[in-house]
């Protein structure tokens, strides 16, 4: 078996071999995973993160050995993860400018190994902040399917970075993100912070947003935006309606 490690800032993850294919999710600066296929220019992989398949360019990444690889998943582990903004590419001297979400990965002291190439931290993200305020920066984020990065995002790819920039890891889709966590018996009990879940006419959970204080959630849904939250689902003010169909709410934290 082979993997690698996700060495630029951020790179998309197809559902097929091929530039015109479905962007199904994103990989960010040092995540890692493992090669299933190699195809072309193509290589189908598998993400640590979270178990998610899909085709990334093979000029994309940097191969990661087995045992660094295996290092990374142990648990407890005995690495440091630490979000990174920017990084100082060591070999070139070279400055790297990373999304929110991107970490780099210590496994001494403070330089982390890319493939074989040695960064050390510029700007880093701290760890006091809120996760409302967390979820907050992301307002106005345009909405982009399969999207993680401020600069486009989806409804699951929002709450998954907010929470991995908490040091909490989800699963990649709102359907599987809704089967974590404890379920909290109403919306109106729910903290800021819980995930609120909403379905489609079929019952099919679709949708996933973070609750604020005082009846508000944030959501991805055209941009990141704050609507109100009641026990039938969002209402938008700006469109004067209800836009989502309330399924579950759950707590991970």
Known sequence: MEYGICNLAVVPLRAEPSDRSEMVSQLLFGEAFEILEWKDKWVQITT???????????LQFAMLGHLAYKRLLQTPAPVTY????QAWKILDNTVVYLPAGASLVFLEGSTSYIGNQR???IGEIGDTDSIANIARSFLNAPYLWGGKTHFGIDCSGFTQIVYKLKGILLKRDASLQAGEGITVDSVLQAKV????FFNNEEGRITHVGIILSGGKIIHASGKVKIDSIDTQGIYSEELKRYTHRLKIVKRYF
Not at 193 to 196: E, K, R
């Open 119 to 121: 960064y050390e931290i």
């Open 193 to 196: 912070g819980d995930l609120a």
């Open 48 to 58: 640590a993160l979270d178990n998610y398949t899909g085709w990334i360019d093979r």
């Open 82 to 85: 630490r979000p990174v903004t």
